[in-house]
């Protein structure tokens, strides 16, 4: 499976955002997948993770409250909608995914991860 994101953007501190990932190739419905960011000068971190179901997430403790991830009805395109943006959330966003048979799981491993888009949240 191959993953586009896209949605990035300059942004107030305070706004809003909405970041895709459309999954295509292989049927994207069987993975589980997420969102990771990596700022400048910092390592890869987790964000958020959403179940082939699309019923179970998982949030980093950083972006709870402000982020909700979801997937579309195909299951194949999930959704990163980012409110109440800090200048902190200034990274490059990535999406990921995983295979799994396991519909509700959610995971923090990924093994297939798309480009970047880059998210700038001014002060």
């Known amino acids: 499976v191959q993953l586009q994101a896209s949605g990035g953007g300059l942004v107030q501190a305070g706004g809003s955002l909405r970041l895709s990932c459309a999954a295509s190739?292989?049927?994207?419905?069987?993975?589980?997948m997420g969102w990771f960011r990596q700022a400048p000068g910092k390592e890869r971190e987790f964000v958020a993770s959403?179940?082939?179901?699309?019923?179970?997430?998982d949030y980093a403790d950083s972006v709870k409250g402000r982020f909700t991830c979801s997937r579309d009805k195909r299951k194949t395109t999930v959704y990163l909608q980012m409110n109440s943006l800090i200048p902190e959330d200034t990274a490059l966003y990535y999406c990921?995914?995983?295979?799994?048979?396991?519909?509700?799981?959610?995971?923090?491993?990924?093994?297939?991860w798309g480009l970047g888009t880059l998210v700038t949240v001014s002060s």
């Open positions: 190739g292989r049927d994207g419905s069987t993975y589980v």
């Open positions: 990921a995914a995983k295979y799994t048979r396991l519909v509700h799981e959610t995971t923090r491993d990924y093994t297939i």
């Open positions: 959403i179940s082939r179901s699309g019923l179970n997430t």
